[in-house]
């Protein structure tokens, strides 16, 4: 049986689009693997994706910053 290859879900700059899949980035493969990353440390998820937001922000001057916030930091949020 072939083995599947392993992509990685990464932001590709200045579109911040997945290099894997193609869709805006963070897509879902990739927060399913940064919550898995971080599960014991969401403070340090959330700084770091604020960092990737903020670089971001300074490529993307088209796109709206709160649809940018939505994006990058909304989902991760830990669930009360």
């Known amino acids: ?35 898995g990353e971080y599960r014991h440390d969401r403070l340090a998820l959330t700084v770091y994706l604020a960092t990737l937001q903020a670089e971001a922000s ?3 001057t088209d796109l709206d910053p709160a649809r940018l916030t939505d994006r990058f930091l909304s989902w991760a949020r830990a669930r009360g």
């Open 58 to 60: 300074a490529q993307l």
């Open 1 to 35: 049986m072939p083995r599947r290859r392993h992509r990685n879900h990464l932001p590709t700059r200045p579109t911040w689009r997945c290099r894997a899949c193609g869709i805006a980035w963070p897509c879902s493969a990739a927060k399913l693997r940064l919550l």
